[in-house]
C-alpha cells in the first residue's frame, strides 16, 4: 500500500508509525513527533547522538527525585527538537515499572494556536 500524496493538505505531515501507508498531519504529526522525541534515549541515532531525550535515566530513583527529573529532560527535548510545540505542562504516574506522562502543549500552525495532550509510557531501553 502507498501514501496517496494528492491527499496531503498540510505542510506538517510524516509517515504514521505503526501504520503501514499512512500518514499524521497538523497537530497529529506534532503528537507523533513529541512522542518519537520522549521515547528515543539519546544516542540511540548513530548519526544524531544529542536527539532524544534522557528521562529513562531517572526510573530507578526515588519517586521525589525521579519526576522532576523526567519532567525537566522531556520539556528540554521537546523545546530543542519540536519547534512547532511550546509544552505547557507536564502531570505524571509513576509506579515500580514505568512512568506515564501525559504532555499538554500548544501549537501554532497557520497563525491559529491549539492545545492538545500526548501520553505515553517510558520504559527503560533494554
Known sequence: MSIDVTQ?????????????GAIVEKLD??????????GTPKGAVEHRPEFGCDAWK???HPTNQALPNIVRECTDAI???????????ITTTYDVA??????HWSATLGGT???TEVSYVLTRPQ
Open 8 to 20: 496531503i493538505r498540510s505542510v506538517d505531515w510524516s509517515r504514521q508509525i505503526g501504520g503501514f
Open 29 to 38: 504529526d506534532i503528537a507523533q513527533c513529541i512522542r518519537i522525541i520522549c
Open 58 to 60: 531517572y526510573l530507578d
Open 79 to 89: 523545546a530543542q527538537w519540536e519547534p512547532r510545540a511550546t509544552v505547557t505542562n
Open 98 to 103: 514505568h512512568v506515564s506522562l501525559t504532555i
Open 113 to 115: 494556536g491549539q492545545t
